[in-house]
Every structure is written in C-alpha cells, then in structure tokens.
C-alpha cells in the first residue's frame, strides 16, 4: 500500500490517449504530484482532443503539452497501477503486457456521448461534467486504489469462475481438459467419480441423465443425515446433482433448494427437476439464480446447508459462512465438501484460471476454513479431510492435475498440498442470536484486555466490514479497557461466579479473598482464587 511520502508511479490507460487518459494524467500532475508519478497511453494515438484541451484549461490545469501516445511508445517502464479509464461496459479498454495492479475505473466517453452534436455549450458540458468526475476520483488517490483494486479482483475472479461453468453447462464434453476434476466430465468419468467418493447405487438410481456432470469432490448428503420434512439448501447446485438426491431424502414434506450464480446451470436444473418429479413422484425441489454471497434465501428459514465443491469458487468465503449462518435455523446444520490447501499453493498454479474454474486455485488453507466458519458463529465444527479424491485425479491422470504437477516441487504430488474436506458445523439452538458481530465485539474487547494490537487492528476490520458501529465498538474497547484494569484475581473470582467457570482453587475459607458475594451474583461456595 502506498504510503503518503512514497510517489507511486500510475499508467491511466484508454482507447486513444485523447480525452479521458489525458484529463486523469493533468489531473494527477495538477493535484497529486508529491505522491503520484502519473503516466497516460492508448490502444493507438488520436492527437490531444481540443475539447478535452479547453475544458481542462478552464479548470486551470494546461495539458496542451501532454503527448499522446501507445503504450507500446511507453516502452519497458513498470508501473504500480494501471488505469483504465474507460467505460468497460461499452469499449474495448486496452491491455497493459506489463506487471502492476490494474484498477479498472469507467468513465463516459465525451467524444461519442457528443458526436451527434453541434459544437457549443451542449458539447462542452458533457467534457465539463467528465473532467469533474475525473478529478474527484483523482482526488481520492492513492487511498482509494487498494481498495478498488481488491474490488475489482473479487469481481474478474465471479467473472471466470461463471464463464467457466457456462461453457462446461452448455457443453458435453470438458472446459478445462478433457478429465474428471471439478471442470465437467463425460457420463461415464462422472459416475465412477461419485461412486469412488462414495456415493451409492440407491442414491444414483434415480437421478436424471445429466444432473451429475463430474463436478463433485465430496458426498455432502451422506455426512448430512437427513430427515423427512426438513429444508435443504444445496450452495452451487450446478445441474442439481446434490439437490435430486436430498429431495428424495427430505420427501413430500421437505424441500430441497439449489442456489447457482451460473444461468446456464440453472437452466439445466430446472430442466432436470420435470425429470426428477416424473421418476419420482415428487415436486419438491426448487433452483433459484444467485450468489452464494447473497443468498435469495430467508433469514433463520433452513434446516441443513449442503455444498459441494463450491465454497472455494468464491472470492469471498467469509461472506459465505455469514450467509450459512444467516440462513440457518437455530440449531441447523451444515455438511459441506470442499476443496482445501494442506499448505500453500506455488504462486503458478495459484495463478492458473484452468486451476481456478477446477476448484483448486482458489482453495483456503484447512486451518482458514475452521476460523471462518467460527467466525462466522457456527459452533461443533468438525473438519475430515479425505485425501482419496485428490488421489484419483492424480493416479487417472486428469488433465488439470498434470498440469499442477509440473508446477510442483519435484516429486511432490498433488495430495500433499490439496485434500478434500468435510466439513460438519452447527448454528447454536440458543434462543439468544450469538452473531458474527457480536463475536467480534468481544474479541475487540478481549484484545484490548491482553493488549494485542493486530488482534484489535483484525477484529476491528471485521466489525467494520459486518457493519459494526462505532459506538458500539467503543463500547466494547471501554469494557476491555476496564477488565485490563481490573486486579486479575478478582475478575477471574467474578467470572466463576456469574458463570459456573471452575477457574478458582478451594482455599482457606479465613482468606480475605473469599466470601465477598453480592445479591446479583451466586455464592463461591467457599471457593476462591490464588
Ligand atoms: C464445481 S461446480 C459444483 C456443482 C455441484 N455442486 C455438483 O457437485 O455437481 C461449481 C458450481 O458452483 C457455481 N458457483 C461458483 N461460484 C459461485 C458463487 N459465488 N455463487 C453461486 N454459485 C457459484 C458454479 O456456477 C457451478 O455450477
């Protein structure tokens, strides 16, 4: 992250390094010259756009000296930020060959937005209102790029992921090689992955055709002990595999939802489900479009959470655990399988999207997934890793695993870093709502109490990011502040007592520090602390 006495070097890139790249580029050197180093470029050079000339001088800055250029005239020069300028949804914004992070900030097009007319006010205007818009996000720099930055990735990484189950649901054959791992197989490769990952003959008896496409890693209903009438909510339902078979577990007075961001998926569900309902008898499965980060689900409205190969997909797996938390109903269940990292991936194969769209590029560390889903509130989290999946894949030779090997080590194998993950967990039936704020209020108390500064600086940013007010973070540092403060002794007396902790040894009844008990709390028992 910049810092503000470190001059960070800024590329604003756009189509013809006329108008917008060149206002963005005066704007930087007019306003932000002791911490920006600014930089302009284009696909192909247009001249300086008079308009763009007039409307800046206007403002006071001059950028009639400002050249424009390609960026292939900008040669070897590295950047810390490139900055395409354009409106991505209408343009074509250019691409930077070279290594720096890319922020992607759109803004009209004045040229096209006035081409149609006259030269006067009207005309002038619109470069008026872009060259203002400019400067205010010129002004929010260099603070705002990490930010943006962690945006935009999050967004091109959704982006991938659903280009790459699109392809795989309109298609028959594979999108990431022609294997069985979590990017689509034929027929006949998905039914001997499931069977090798345990699912039953009873459980595939009635599926309809096409509902497993080779996508799993896990058997998430078989962990999940189902019951007739409960609800089911399949997280990344793809053709709905998982949802045909906890539907039938549920039964005639249950149901079983599948939520997916992909439509094409979605699509092939829904087509699945006239099947299944026809083999079955039954109409009690559902697929609804959306992100496993903002589930199209009801607060505190479902029985067990299910997913399948899935969690790792997302760019925001905090999010998703609330969101499970959020759904579920007091004393609700998850049992999800998933892929997860035994240790760090090689930065290449973190870097693959072959490896991404086939749920390995993107996995969390075991270790990561406990704490988010802890964090989240879930309690009885218990995590299985099931190395016989990710063997498979290795020993049948599937073609994204041969790829991670030659990124490996030398002799290292796939398994050692990749395993498959069960992962049970459970929403407290408490009538009390213990929620993922709540817990980071106390862990920002309880870090101002044992003084540690980046527990406060964590718990802090996850408060702010669950919406956690100031105030009530103050709150909470004030309690904190006031347990540091207290004799320790006493406090651990106090907190034996209000909970029943068993933290104080018997002692000497005689002891000063014993039998001082209060009306609102229940007696030690002649118990205290030494
Ligand atoms: C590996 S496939 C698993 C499909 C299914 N669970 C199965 O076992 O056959 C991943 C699925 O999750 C969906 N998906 C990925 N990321 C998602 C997200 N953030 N929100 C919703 N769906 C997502 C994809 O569209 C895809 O259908």
């Known amino acids: 992250m910049p810092t503000p006495n470190t001059t960070i070097k800024v590329l604003f890139l756009c189509t013809g390094n006329s108008c917008r790249s060149q206002m963005a580029e005066g704007w930087a050197r007019h306003l932000k010259a002791d911490v920006i180093e600014p930089y302009s470029a284009g696909i192909e050079k247009h001249g300086m756009n008079p308009l763009a000339v007039k409307v800046m001088a206007e403002a006071g800055v001059d950028i009639a000296g400002q050249r424009s250029k390609t960026v292939a005239e900008l040669g070897p020069m590295e950047f810390d930020y490139v900055v395409p300028v354009c409106g991505h949804a209408n343009e074509h914004c250019p691409l930077f060959p070279g290594k720096a992070k890319v922020v992607h900030v759109g803004f009209d097009d004045p040229p096209k937005l006035t081409a149609a007319l006259p030269d006067g006010e009207a005309k002038l205007a619109i470069y008026r209102r872009v060259r203002d818009q400019i400067r205010v996000f010129i002004e929010t720099l260099p603070g705002a790029l990490p930010e943006r930055n962690r945006q935009m990735d999050k967004e091109s990484v959704r982006q991938t992921v659903r280009e790459g189950y699109s392809k795989i649901a309109v298609s028959d054959s594979t999108s990431c090689g022609s294997g069985v791992s979590c990017c689509g197989s034929s027929a006949e490769a998905a039914e001997e992955l499931v069977r090798h990952i345990g699912y039953s003959s009873d459980d595939l008896a009635v599926l309809p055709e096409g509902a497993n496409m080779g996508l799993s890693c896990g058997n998430p209903t078989a962990i999940a002990s189902l019951q007739p009438g409960e609800v089911v909510l399949d997280l990344g339902a793809g053709g709905g595999f998982d949802v045909f078979i906890a539907g039938r577990k549920v039964g005639a007075t249950g149901r079983a939802i599948g939520v997916d961001m992909t439509a094409e998926m979605l699509t092939k569900a829904r087509r699945n489900s006239a099947a299944y309902t026809q083999q079955t008898g039954l109409n009690n499965v559902e697929f609804r479009l959306g992100e496993i980060e903002h589930l199209p689900v009801a607060d505190a409205s479902v029985d067990v959470v299910i997913s399948n190969c899935v969690i790792n997909l997302s760019p925001d797996k905090p999010q998703v655990w609330r969101e499970i938390a959020r759904v579920l109903k007091p004393g609700g269940r998850v049992a999800v399988s998933d892929l997860a990292l035994l240790r760090p991936l090689p930065q290449a194969v973190r870097e693959m999207a072959q490896a991404l769209v086939g749920?390995?590029?993107?996995?969390?560390?075991?270790?990561?997934?406990?704490?988010?889903?802890?964090?989240?509130?879930?309690?009885?989290?218990?995590?299985?890793?099931?190395?016989?999946?990710?063997?498979?894949?290795?020993?049948?030779?599937?073609?994204?695993?041969?790829?991670?090997?030659?990124?490996?080590?030398?002799?290292?194998?796939?398994?050692?870093?990749?395993?498959?993950?069960?992962?049970?967990?459970?929403?407290?039936?408490?009538?009390?709502?213990?929620?993922?704020?709540?817990?980071?209020?106390?862990?920002?108390?309880?870090?101002?109490?044992?003084?540690?500064?980046?527990?406060?600086?964590?718990?802090?940013?996850?408060?702010?990011?669950?919406?956690?007010?100031?105030?009530?973070?103050?709150?909470?540092?004030?309690?904190?502040?006031?347990?540091?403060?207290?004799?320790?002794?006493?406090?651990?007396?106090?907190?034996?007592?209000?909970?029943?902790?068993?933290?104080?040894?018997?002692?000497?009844?005689?002891?000063?520090?014993?039998?001082?008990?209060?009306?609102?709390?229940?007696?030690?028992?002649?118990?205290?602390?030494?």
């Open 359 to 530: 749920c390995v590029a993107g996995a969390a560390l075991v270790s990561d997934t406990e704490r988010m889903a802890r964090e989240a509130g879930l309690t009885d989290i218990v995590l299985k890793s099931k190395p016989k999946y990710v063997e498979a894949m290795t020993d049948w030779e599937d073609p994204l695993y041969r790829k991670i090997v030659e990124h490996l080590p030398a002799g290292a194998k796939p398994s050692e870093y990749i395993t498959s993950l069960e992962v049970q967990a459970r929403k407290s039936a408490s009538k009390v709502d213990y929620s993922a704020a709540v817990n980071e209020l106390v862990a920002i108390g309880a870090a101002i109490a044992v003084n540690c500064e980046p527990c406060l600086k964590h718990h802090y940013h996850e408060a702010q990011q669950l919406g956690v007010s100031k105030a009530d973070m103050a709150r909470a540092v004030k309690t904190g502040a006031g347990v540091k403060d207290s004799p320790h002794q006493a406090i651990l007396r106090l907190a034996e007592r209000l909970t029943g902790a068993g933290l104080c040894k018997p002692m000497d009844s005689s002891d000063p520090c014993c039998g001082s008990q209060t009306a609102s709390a229940p007696p030690d028992g002649g118990k205290c602390c030494n």
